[in-house]
């Protein structure tokens, strides 16, 4: 194995491509991963803006291959992919149980730890999953996603007698559509695009459009369009005492009418980060399947265009591989 | 019975005194109650700034005694308190079960509905509740608010092992710490006047400072400042994953970043109006005893001097009577 690698470099806003940054080796504990295919995602765009000031390399949603874990061999050459969220175990959020709110905690490709847009990257051992055979790596780099689409579920209890509308037809959007419908709840996806509808044509899953959207009737309203606009509608579509899920990670103010939050008992949850398991239980058995989500693949030395693809309004996922 | 009463009177913003206001008959179902005394809440203040574009008789916490029911004789005589969102039984929130969101509500001295600021009112029978012997006015006058109170545990189930904090230690704050602390939680109030901690000494509430607030601490936050700030301090207080419930009706914008709610997992609860039954059982066992709230009463002549006392900062709970 060489000394160095190909990534992809974020710094004061700009990416690059660099064909020779150092390979660390792994810590005890922690794997040494070849990354086989990795995603770009919303948050990787918002970061390129300045949302959150990362220097080093991005990504976060990726399968790879353990080439070194050192004291755990039975993980060479295991297809793994990995939670996101590195965590202390030490600090009050972890000891109440809640790692991925660790107070300490590095983020893949996001906060104090490089990310999957190389040849190679680093996590703990106890980050990552295997890999059902049967599930191939375009469909594996979505597990990350979906498991935030999973969150949702962690966070409320869906009943089948519910009207949920998610708005954001996008990568996100679709996976959260796709898992929700699988509750039994009357699902409907506000889209902005006539290719969204067909992307969207699975059983169980309705579409409408801005103007056909019903004021103040949905149990349960996702916002997943990550922009300002989306709040608003999904403000408006709520019933009172219903449930607006926030899952947009987006520089930007949240702004809404104090009162009427209160005299209509509205309750806003945020949701981020979810369960793994479940997200590969769902993509081995196909109950989730985001196949019609993949867009184009680029190599890791045509990252800058793969960003720009990625960053246009409709694209679906645009996936990264050596 | 005469055919006229004093009441007040809310118009343009300018609160008056009436002497000979027509009293009106009872419509079938409906009951015609003399009022014994009523209180003056934070709602009433902000509707004198303009909060809501009532005009007519404001008032809505009341003990009274009904002296006409037509067809409903046993109700003559009764002490009775009332509930305060007059429901249709037609429209789709009624018929969800949620009449105090009934699209068509009109609410006592607030919306389409003369108050209890008055020497009569009517209400329908099936909102109101018989105060129990031994509650006296001055206590049962703070079932309205207490039931406010007790809203929010209809909405959250307070773990007994959870630290809450209160936001705001005025009327309502009072009467929310005071139901709280019940559940066995580690309970503390934020107050910015001495007179709030004596007000607060009973067993199991804490006081603290805003210089002593630790920040991403509590798994529930209270906000019942009616004030803009409060929100502030609630954000900062509540833990990841915790839940801030909103409890103030104040003319404003809440405002937030919005990806920190997304980050942190964080939930907003708006919470208004609350069960009857359990405020008036609470009062009777005295478990929640708000006598140490009453600060003044008032003639309605003397109206205004009684809305302008109330709207003092740390002033307690103004009564009026006939």
Redesign the interface.
């Known amino acids: 194995m060489t000394s160095s690698m190909q990534a992809l470099w974020l710094e004061d806003k700009i990416l690059s491509y660099r064909p020779e940054v150092p390979i660390n080796p792994p810590n005890p504990g922690e794997a040494l991963i070849r990354m086989r295919i990795a995603g770009i995602c919303a948050t990787d765009l918002e970061m390129v803006k300045g949302?959150y000031p990362f220097t080093g390399i991005p990504g976060h949603e990726f399968v790879g291959e353990v080439v070194q874990a050192p004291g755990y061999p039975t993980w060479i050459g295991q297809r793994v992919v990995g939670e996101i969220n590195i965590a202390c175990h030490q600090c009050e959020?972890c000891r109440a149980g809640?790692p991925t709110?660790c107070?300490q905690r590095r983020v893949l490709g996001i906060k104090d730890q490089h990310g999957a847009f190389a040849e190679y990257l680093l996590l703990p051992i106890e980050n990552l999953h295997p890999v059902p055979a049967s599930v191939p790596d375009e469909i594996a780099v979505f597990t990350e996603p979906l498991a935030a689409a999973l969150?949702i579920q962690e966070?409320v209890h869906i009943h089948p007698g519910e009207q949920v509308l998610v708005i954001g037809a996008g990568r996100l959007g679709q996976l959260i559509a796709q898992s929700l419908v699988l509750t039994g709840c009357d699902l409907w996806v506000l889209v902005r695009h006539e290719a969204q509808r067909q992307q969207l044509n699975r059983p169980g899953i309705h579409c409408l459009s801005e103007d056909e959207l019903k004021r103040q009737r949905w149990d349960l309203v996702v916002e997943a369009t990550g922009s300002?606009s989306g709040?608003q509608l999904a403000r408006q579509a709520v019933?009172?005492?219903g449930t607006i899920i926030?899952?947009?990670?987006?520089?930007?103010?949240?702004?809404?009418?104090?009162?009427s939050?209160?005299?209509?008992?509205?309750?806003?949850?945020?949701?981020?980060c979810g369960p793994f398991p479940p997200a590969l239980r769902l993509l081995e058995s196909g109950h989730v399947d985001p196949s019609i989500l993949i867009a184009e693949k680029y190599s890791l030395a045509e990252g800058k265009v793969a960003f720009e693809q990625a960053a246009r309004p409709g694209m679906l996922k645009v996936l990264l591989a050596p």
Not at 246 to 259: A, P, V
Not at 261 to 272: A, D, N, Y
């Open positions: 949302y959020n809640m709110h107070q969150e966070q300002s709040f019933r009172p005492r926030l899952k947009s990670t987006y520089k930007g103010e949240l702004q809404t009418s104090f009162s939050l209160v005299v209509e008992e509205i309750q806003l949850i945020g949701s981020r």
